[in-house]
């Protein structure tokens, strides 16, 4: 009798420690997400939910096959870091659909931010791609890029430059940043429709970003402009050109309502035949109505037409630029 009960305590006690395990929250990323591999491209299989980055192998192009990939929240914790990223130094992304769902507003920092595109350290292609709600709510935390690129590093020299096309993408509803690259890139970005930040009561947006010794073009794009609406001494943009190297912003409509549509930062670079117009009345809270400041040096800037802002140019600014008559636009 005394040897069958301590066998039932046994097993009560091995039962009871399984159930534990069973039910106790996950502390492992998981995804849904399949590929079928067909050379060198995955091709995702059809929509799908990821609490972990999906990795593109070195050389690899993800083909999205027109499908959705949704980051979610980890059953213990919440996401962190992009929802695609490379693992090698060549990567490319196309025709996906990136997106969030409640995610958890929780600040970040490092590999640990929010982005939805990323390639680091890599050239490639991110091409053909919507990418829709990378944000964490009513946030101010500084993360929540839409598409970024950057490689180290970051100060102003090229030793190992990665080339990048960023083309022909849909941005909407990010948290900090539409498109952004920074360091050692050589950019194009261009045939993209980039909107507002959805959190521009909390931070200073950016719809593009180009810094910290960053090379390339921004051309034929449609941005619309964002405003911070904070009481401290902040601005937020449609483009950002900060400590960047020579770059070209040229042939872009730049809208919306901007605390400043072209703020530059940086010299040596040219920024010709821009259309930015502004929209709507400005935050109460809002110090600054600029439609291109140009505080950098050696930088050819003609042939603008801007309309609306408070103050059409500040700063080095001569050549055929033009203000149209008019306030913002209703």
């Known amino acids: 009798m005394k ?18 395990f069973l039910n106790r929250p996950s502390v492992f990323a998981s995804t849904d997400c399949t590929f079928t591999i067909n050379g060198n491209t995955m091709v995702l299989n059809g929509d799908c939910i990821t609490d972990e980055s999906i990795l593109v192998s070195d050389g690899f192009t993800l083909d999205g096959n027109g499908y959705t990939i949704t980051a979610v929240d980890p059953p213990a914790g919440h996401f962190t870091g992009a929802v695609i990223t490379n693992v090698g130094t060549t990567a ?11 995610l958890s507003n929780v600040c970040d920092a490092g590999n640990n931010r929010l982005r939805g595109i990323m390639l680091e350290g890599a050239s490639g292609t991110i091409s053909h791609n919507t990418v829709i709600g990378i944000n964490q709510g009513a946030s101010g935390c500084q993360e929540g890029n839409a598409i ?3 490689n180290a590093p970051f100060d102003g020299t090229h030793p190992n430059t990665m080339v990048v096309d960023v083309t022909h993408n849909n ?11 920074n360091g050692d890139v050589a950019v194009t970005i261009e045939h993209n429709a980039i909107s507002a930040s959805a959190t521009q009561e909390n931070l200073a947006a950016n719809s593009v970003q180009l810094g910290y010794g960053a090379l390339g073009s921004v051309t034929h794009n449609n941005i619309e402009g964002n405003q911070w609406m904070g009481t401290s001494d902040w601005a937020a943009t449609a483009v950002l050109v900060y400590a960047a190297g020579e770059v070209e912003v040229s ?22 035949n821009n259309r930015i117009f502004d929209e709507g ?16 040096t050696n930088n050819i800037v003609t042939n603008n037409k801007v309309r609306g802002f408070d103050v059409p140019y500040d700063g080095d600014v001569d050549g055929n630029n033009k203000a149209i008559p008019g306030g913002p636009i209703d």
Do not use: C, F
């Open 171 to 181: 941005v909407v509803a990010y948290q900090k940043t539409g498109i952004v690259a």
């Open 251 to 272: 042939n872009n409509n730049i809208r919306g309502n901007s605390d400043i549509g072209l703020y530059i930062y940086a010299d040596n670079g040219i920024y010709n």
């Open 281 to 296: 009345a400005d935050h109460p809270n809002s110090s600054y109505d600029y439609g291109l400041g140009n505080w950098g």
């Open 3 to 20: 040897t069958t009960i301590v066998k039932l305590i046994g097993l009560t006690l091995i039962i009871a420690a399984m159930m534990m």
């Open 92 to 102: 490319s992304i196309k025709n996906v659909t990136v997106t969030t769902s409640g």
């Open 148 to 150: 970024e690129v950057r």
